[in-house]
């Protein structure tokens, strides 16, 4: 049997426990996982905000040093990744070594954020002693750790958001300990990770608060590590309901605390204009490829494709069903994920005004997670009159909406709501025929991207994963790229603070040359 990791030791070994389930096949893996004990999140959270404390005094250095050694550590365990991962997950081998190196390329990458250190945004408004009618004090201001963060692996990405992976990354990236909440489709990935990631905090002289995994439930272990007070940020990705309970958890803590949660996005397409017949064929290539990419389980999946209708719509929708009949069942992540997509496809085929065009055969006493293809197709009209079709259906499937006029469409971006993406597909001409709408846009998603297909995220300085609620439950975040490290600081200022007493970074003579605002 297995139990959580605290620190450098091992948790509870509760009575209560739960063991993976082979997505391929429905058999329970041989392991025992023990439910985390209130006492082992007591504990976790207790050593993370000592760890704290120490983490602040981290040098760019010394966090890169720790951040490059998990790395370096991650790449050398990928052959015993593909082979616990593939049986927890389902996921094939290549998408499995792909995830890795994403994860390691995040630590390298925060790893030379910090150690280059423009990061803290260091702002600097000098002395002026003899200013008029008032003295002006000396003022400096940089970013500083948050403490203790507490974050919850996704099942859609069991390495790259995950233990290690970019929430983690870029805590530690910003000074912060992390106390990690696995999720229950994939504990042993999780435990293959977490023991990694010990054995560098040790080897980099790290505290051991800087890191603990709790296994157990959401409601429980979960909620009860939202709730201490040593944790003072959250990071998330899963369901709107997941993501709002623990929202709703640090919010009415006697001191709230903020929740980055990446949630629930449709990332629609629109089209613009009836296209020739060369370009519709490369458009539901790529759609197809975009929807179906792990099997529709990716936060930009695109669900929805607001097109022009008419005999082009009629054409794209025949087309784009038949290139979707051709995509084989694949196992989903976990039963609760497949459950989810099916019940979403149940209640919207029955929902007056949609027409389902296309839906994959299920031989629904399969005991594994497989899932088919589904394409439905309604009138922009019906999708204005209920709401209910703008929630998301994780999974391979794709609701087609034929708008009527630019009026229409117009109204069509009014109504969503938040999102991770919106596709613009077009001539550049529509970009200036359309300004009002792009500019509307704006207002409704974190990236807008044109001509091109949402599902891979770059990760890089420059990308934004985030939106307006419910994509996430903060809007001025991303989870991914190195923006995502300001989710766990905070600016503080010094004043009148003797030049010696500061933080290196706002020191007046710049010994590490970083970049600063300076008055
Ligand atoms: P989930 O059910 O939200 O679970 C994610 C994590 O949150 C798990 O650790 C879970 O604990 C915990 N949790 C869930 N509900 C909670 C609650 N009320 N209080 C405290 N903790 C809670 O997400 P999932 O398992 O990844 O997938 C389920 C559905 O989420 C999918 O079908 C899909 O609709 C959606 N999803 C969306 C995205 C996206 O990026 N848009 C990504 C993944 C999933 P347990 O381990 O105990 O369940």
Redesign the pocket.
């Known amino acids: 049997m297995e139990s959580s990791i605290i620190g450098y030791s091992r948790g509870d070994y509760s009575a209560k426990t739960f063991q993976a389930v082979n997505p391929s096949n429905g058999e329970k893996l041989s392991v025992h996982y023990a439910f985390a004990s209130y006492s082992d999140v007591d504990k976790a959270c207790e050593i993370a905000a000592d760890a704290a404390m120490e983490m602040a005094g981290f040098d760019g250095k010394k966090k890169a040093v720790f951040l490059r050694f998990l790395a370096d550590g991650i790449d050398e365990i990928t052959d015993l990744l593909v082979e616990i991962m593939r049986l927890e997950t389902g996921l094939p081998e290549p998408r499995v070594r792909g995830e890795t190196g994403r994860t390691s390329g995040q630590l390298r990458m925060f790893a030379n954020l910090v150690e280059e250190g423009n990061w803290v945004d260091a702002r600097i408004d000098r002395a002026q002693p003899e200013r008029q009618p008032l003295p002006k004090p000396d003022l400096r201001s940089m970013l500083r750790p948050m403490g203790p963060v507490a974050v919850?692996?996704?099942?859609?990405f069991p390495l790259a958001f995950s233990v290690a992976g970019g929430d983690s990354a870029s805590a530690w990236a910003a000074g912060c300990p992390v106390v990690v909440?696995a999720?229950?489709?994939h504990p042993g990935t999780a435990l293959l990770v977490a023991e990694k990631v010990v054995d560098c905090l040790k080897a980099c002289d790290w505290p051991e608060g800087a890191f603990s995994l709790l296994f157990g439930?959401?409601?429980t272990v979960?909620?009860a590590l939202v709730s201490n007070p040593s944790i003072k940020a959250v990071g998330?990705?899963?369901?709107r309901?997941?993501?709002k309970?623990?929202f709703d958890v640090a919010s009415s803590r006697p001191e709230p605390i903020p929740v980055f949660a990446?949630?629930?996005?449709i990332n629609p397409i629109v089209v613009f204009n009836e296209m020739d017949d060369q370009t519709t064929e490369e458009f539901t290539d790529g759609l197809m490829g975009s929807a179906t990419l792990g099997t529709g389980?990716f936060?930009t999946n695109p669900g929805v494709v607001f097109h022009p209708g008419g005999n082009w719509g009629k054409t794209f929708v025949s087309s784009y069903a038949k290139k979707m009949s051709e995509f084989s069942p694949c196992p989903m992540l976990?039963k609760?994920?497949r459950q989810?997509?099916l019940s979403g496809l149940n209640r919207l085929s029955s929902t007056p005004g949609i027409e389902v065009v296309h839906q994959s055969e299920l031989d629904l006493q399969d005991p594994g997670c497989l899932a088919g293809t589904c394409v439905m197709s309604t009138h922009a009209d019906n999708f204005l009159n209920d709401e209910s079709m703008m929630d998301?259906v994780?999974g391979p499937s794709t609701l087609l909406v034929a708008y009527d006029s630019k009026e229409q469409l117009m109204e069509l971006t009014k109504r969503i709501e938040g999102q991770l993406t919106i596709s613009l597909f077009g001539e550049n001409s529509d970009l200036i025929e359309n300004e009002l709408l792009i500019a509307f846009l704006e207002t409704k998603a974190g990236r807008i991207l044109f001509n091109q297909f949402p599902t891979g995220v770059e990760v890089c300085p420059s990308v934004v994963h985030g939106g307006p609620y419910p994509a996430t439950s903060d809007s001025r975040s991303t989870s991914v790229g190195t923006g995502a490290i300001l989710r766990f600081a905070r600016p503080i200022c010094y004043q009148g603070f003797p030049d010696k007493f500061l933080p290196v970074e706002l020191q007046e003579k710049n010994p590490l040359g970083i970049r600063r605002s300076e008055v």
């Open positions: 919850f692996c996704a099942s859609n909440k999720h229950h489709a439930e959401g409601r979960g909620q998330f990705t899963g369901s309901s997941g993501g309970a623990l990446e949630m629930s996005s389980q936060c976990h609760g994920i989810a997509y998301e994780f």
